[in-house]
């Protein structure tokens, strides 16, 4: 069969979009099939992260700390005003919006780059070719030079705790309450965890959130880690470690959640809605015929070489079916680097400068290893820190709380770690992921000239106490 297409992507997420997009930008000719569908019952591009994951999310913590500023925290700055309501309905209709807006933004890109945009599911067959079974039951095979795998991710089920979109749901129905709860139960205390807590807690409901490890945020630098720890237990958020959740049920408008906690001892909770955010898991059900050719590692995820290659010629995965950290902006820029990989070009993907960030308030960001990872693998280090409580803009902003860490080298002052909370550190810590791309120095920071008053500052105060010359507080 002589091939229809040059590309052809499966999954029109980040991974997926951004990958047929460069695809066609560089002069080939691109389809990318997608089945997801939206909230009004139409197909919708953009995957997860644009319609039920990063952008709602974000618009909700958006609005919910508003809310949460106009009843605590405006008020120091002089302004008072009546009490405020919040109508869940308008908020929610004003995240639907957004989504509305930037889905239909990805097809406008299609189009203006010539795009093919295929509603339906996609399955790649042996020989580059793709059966597409589209939603109205129709069924055609096509064929590329090369196929793109980004199917993304799904999230992952507690046996015993199947969603029913109501009372136990998944991070799509907790973007979707009618009403505040009363009682907010969260199993899982990561990003998704952590975030939607926080939205409802500043609208009102008692959050407990059931965590099964023992350290909290255990991926974060433990100092970061710490300082969250304190400041979510101040706004209320009831975070339990070591629990294992072993059972809930629905009775009638309330769910009983049964766990035994970190002393192994059998505990109850009562909640009106249950949010299960225990992680994510690599999308490949019925992606692949028997014949397809491409391998699955235990994890059910595919797997690829530093390249994104698969186990068969000539096709590719990115993005969250494949190994490395679930996150858009690495499976946008792996999509990138294929697609110049397909096109004869140099395209890399440096897995060890992709920034995290949580949206919390305050919000967490980091880069590179943590000072633990370091000293565990037997690689030197000094670090210097600086809190934003030291910092002018920051008590302007009357966010005050957090601060700045940065791990380097002990002998060569490489980079190796950067580490943050405060306000705003989801934009600052890009300019720490530049610095690491560029194997910079802690001295290569402290010499640049930061801008004053802003929050940037106490990224330059940290490279300085780095070698204990920080200006603004004693060393």
């Known amino acids: 069969m002589q091939a229809l297409y040059d590309v052809i992507v499966i999954g029109a997420g980040p991974a997926g979009y951004v990958a047929a997009i460069r695809a ?47 009843q605590h925290s405006f008020k120091d700055h002089g302004i008072s005003a009546g009490e405020p309501t919040m109508d869940v309905g308008v908020m929610v209709a004003r995240k639907d919006k957004i989504v509305k807006q930037l889905t239909g933004g990805i097809g406008m890109l299609f189009k203006a780059n010539k795009v093919q945009s295929i509603a ?15 939603h109205d039951g129709t069924v055609e095979t096509l064929s590329a030079s090369h196929i793109i795998l980004a199917s993304g991710s799904v999230p992952i ?26 009682r907010f139960g969260v199993i899982g205390a990561g990003v998704i965890g952590l975030e939607m807590g926080s939205v409802w807690k500043r609208l009102g409901a ?26 979510f237990k101040k706004q209320g958020l009831d975070i339990k470690l070591g629990c294992k959740v072993n059972a809930a049920e629905v009775r009638g408008e309330e769910v009983h959640v049964g766990y035994t906690d970190a002393k192994g001892e059998p505990q109850t909770i009562v909640v009106d809605r249950l949010l299960v955010a225990v992680g994510r898991r690599a999308h490949t059900r019925g992606l692949l015929a028997d014949d397809a050719g491409v391998s699955l590692n235990p994890r059910g995820q595919i797997e ?9 010629d ?48 305050p919000e967490v960001a ?34 005050t709380c957090g601060q700045v860490k940065i791990v380097a080298h002990a002998d060569t002052d490489r980079v190796l770690g950067v580490h943050m909370i405060g306000p705003m550190v989801s934009e600052l ?25 802003t929050l940037s500052e106490a990224v330059h105060e940290a490279a300085l106490a780095v070698d204990k010359r920080a200006i603004h507080r004693v060393n």
């Open 24 to 70: 066609a930008q560089l002069g080939l000719k691109t389809a990318c099939i997608d089945d997801f569908v939206g909230k009004d019952g139409k197909p919708a591009l953009g995957g997860t992260c644009l319609n039920v994951g990063c952008i709602p999310s974000k618009a909700l913590l958006e609005s919910s700390q508003q809310f949460h500023a106009l």
């Open 120 to 134: 339906g599911r996609g399955k790649l067959l042996s020989g580059k070719r793709v059966e597409v079974t589209r």
């Open 157 to 182: 089920q507690i046996p015993g705790l199947p969603f029913d979109g109501k009372h136990i749901v998944d991070n799509v129905g907790a973007l979707d309450f009618d009403v505040v709860p009363r």
């Open 206 to 231: 008692e959050v407990t959130i059931l965590e099964a490890l023992p350290d909290f945020l255990g991926s974060c630098d433990a100092d970061i880690a710490r300082i969250a720890a304190r400041e």
């Open 304 to 312: 690829v070489d530093e390249h994104n290659r698969t186990s068969a």
């Open 314 to 361: 000539d096709v590719w995965a990115i993005g969250d079916c494949v190994r490395g950290p679930m996150l858009a902006h690495r499976g946008s820029e792996e999509g990138i680097a294929v697609a110049e990989r397909i096109a004869g070009k140099a395209g890399h993907v440096n897995l060890d400068t992709i920034p995290w960030v949580i949206y919390t308030e």
């Open 366 to 399: 980091w880069v590179g290893k943590t000072e633990k990872e370091c000293k565990d693998a037997g690689i030197p280090v000094r670090t210097g820190s600086f809190p934003f409580a030291a910092i002018g803009r920051a008590m302007a902003m009357n966010e």
């Open 429 to 453: 810590i890009a300019e720490c992921v530049v610095a690491m791309e560029f194997q910079a120095s802690s001295e290569d920071l402290a010499r640049i000239c930061h801008a004053h008053p």
